[in-house]
DNA sequence: CTTAACTTTCAGAAATTTCTGAAAATTGTA
DNA sequence: TACAATTTTCAGAAATTTCTGAAAGTTAAG
């Protein structure tokens, strides 16, 4: 478990970066060398390469299973538990992405339409209840959005991530060649 | 700057989901008060309505000029500093995404340029890079879509958000009609 | 220039999060 | 069943982040 010093850059940046991420420090390093380290690595070796306590390592593979990102595999004649990064990094990615969704999103809108059931009962609560109203509304389209996205396979993806400039032209396309609902619209 | 219930919850939810959402709870909460408040409000009266020493709201403030969520305002015969949210909902929706990227893309994006010049030394370098290079080409490419998303005006992107399922059916017409590049790929 | 109104700063306090390591629990083997 | 290997748990320690409030700084008006 000798991480090369691109390596051990690159686990210490997701360390630094975990937060903005979703993570705490070391579940970032976790995540990073079970990414770059393409053999199955167990618990102490992962204590010892980012030198944490077993402990903590222990509760950082619960939390990279709770994201979906790892997985559990056992070497033969060895009790040990292994893990690797679940799947390409294209299907990491994918997964990270779909988890802050869940986690960034879906509490929010819960609440928010929670919030629109009571019915205001002045004119101070009716400019709230718009403005949350507002916010809904985007909120709730993003994540639609962000839903659509998640379901279209790699081959579209990638197509619609490299159209560049090309995605308001092939928009304007779509306005021109009348789709299904554009004339639907209020 | 009494709160209506609704906007007081709104306001106690926003804190609670501002560190997911990249700043601290008093920052969430001074965010979605002025958010859901249209009229300016000054640094008195946040600290009242929050409950949060004048101290902590001025750092708050500067955050959120950081982010380019606030406007700060003059009312004439005051001299205290009034702040409004930068804009509709919509507008605060796109900053906070590009300020987002910027925060969480960047970073990792100057780092592993700087990783890929490096040549590697032996076999298990080579390794590493391979795999540092396949981040680093997705995360490109996911911060270029990115910035794509934010160049197109709010029709366009209302448009595409909108799409559903329709919008692999677009990408499926894109290449039958022939897009500029399609030809092109290797 | 002086003063009063207002804002910012920042050292230390408080709150929160993360980490450790020893003990408890679990699991496979004989 | 007994035991040794391994993993998990969790109370308290350590580290980090956030918050307070008094002092310093800034600015406009007289």
Redesign the interface.
């Known amino acids: 478990m000798?991480l090369?010093s691109?390596?051990q850059?690159?686990v210490l940046?997701f360390g630094e970066?975990g937060s903005?991420?979703?993570f705490n420090r070391t579940v970032g390093q976790m995540f990073a060398l079970l990414?770059?380290h393409?053999e199955p690595v167990n618990a102490d070796q992962l204590a010892e390469a980012l030198k944490i306590s077993r402990g903590n390592v222990s509760m950082g593979l619960k939390e990279l299973q709770a994201w979906r990102l790892i997985e559990l595999h056992h070497q033969p004649g060895d009790r040990k538990d292994y893990f690797t990064a679940a799947g390409?990094?294209?299907d990491l990615?994918r997964t990270v992405f779909e988890e802050r969704r869940k986690?960034?999103l879906d509490?929010?809108l819960t609440?928010?339409r929670q919030?629109l059931l009571?019915e205001?009962?002045?004119e101070?609560?009716s400019?709230?209840?718009k403005?949350?109203q507002?916010?809904y509304s985007?909120l709730e389209?993003?994540d639609?959005?962000a839903n659509?996205l998640s379901k279209?396979d790699e081959k579209?993806l990638?197509?619609?991530?490299?159209?560049?400039?090309?995605?308001?032209k092939?928009?304007e396309?779509?306005?021109r060649?009348g789709?299904?609902?554009a004339d639907t619209k209020k």
Not at 158 to 163: A, I, N, S, Y
């Open positions: 000798k090369s691109q390596a850059a690159f940046h970066m903005r991420w979703g990414t770059i393409s390409s990094i294209w990615a986690r960034e509490p929010t609440l928010l919030l009571t205001p009962r002045d101070q609560e400019e709230s209840q403005k949350i507002e916010v985007l389209m993003l639609q959005f659509t279209l579209d990638l197509k619609l991530m490299k159209l560049g400039s090309g995605l308001s092939l928009l396309l779509k306005s060649a789709g299904k609902k």
